[in-house]
């Protein structure tokens, strides 16, 4: 599966963005979506993370209640929904992509498929 992520970009602090994901392939429906992030110097970090149905996500404690995760399936395309938007939350984001991940989809190593990144800037 080939990634292409999009929907980064310069917001204020408070603001939202809604970075999105399309994947190419018929079989992006089996597919666990995840989304990391890496900000300058540091290493690369979970976001958020969606089941193949949609039925389940996970969320980094640092945007639970702030960030949204989805899919639509029929238009093979993840989403992240950034709402209330911190200083702290600038970095790349990527997407991402694995068949069987069991409990390792806060793992980035344990992910075979990866998006180029979209830059996201907040400003205070």
């Known amino acids: 599966v080939q990634l292409q992520a999009s929907g980064g970009g310069l917001v204020q602090a408070g603001g939202s963005l809604r970075l999105s994901c399309a994947a190419s392939?018929?079989?992006?429906?089996?597919?666990?979506m995840g989304w990391f992030r890496q900000a300058p110097g540091k290493e690369r970090e979970f976001v958020a993370a969606?089941?193949?149905?949609?039925?389940?996500?996970y969320y980094a404690d640092s945007v639970k209640g702030r960030f949204t995760i989805s899919r639509d399936n029929a238009k093979n395309t993840v989403y992240l929904q950034m709402n209330s938007l911190k200083p702290e939350d600038t970095a790349v984001y990527y997407c991402?992509?694995?068949?069987?991940?069991?409990?390792?989809?806060?793992?980035?190593?344990?992910?075979?498929?990866w998006g180029q990144g979209t830059q996201v800037t907040v400003s205070s």
């Open positions: 392939g018929r079989t992006f429906s089996s597919y666990v």
């Open positions: 969606i089941s193949w149905s949609g039925s389940s996500t």
């Open positions: 991402a992509a694995e068949t069987r991940l069991g409990n390792a989809y806060r793992d980035y190593a344990s992910y075979g498929y």
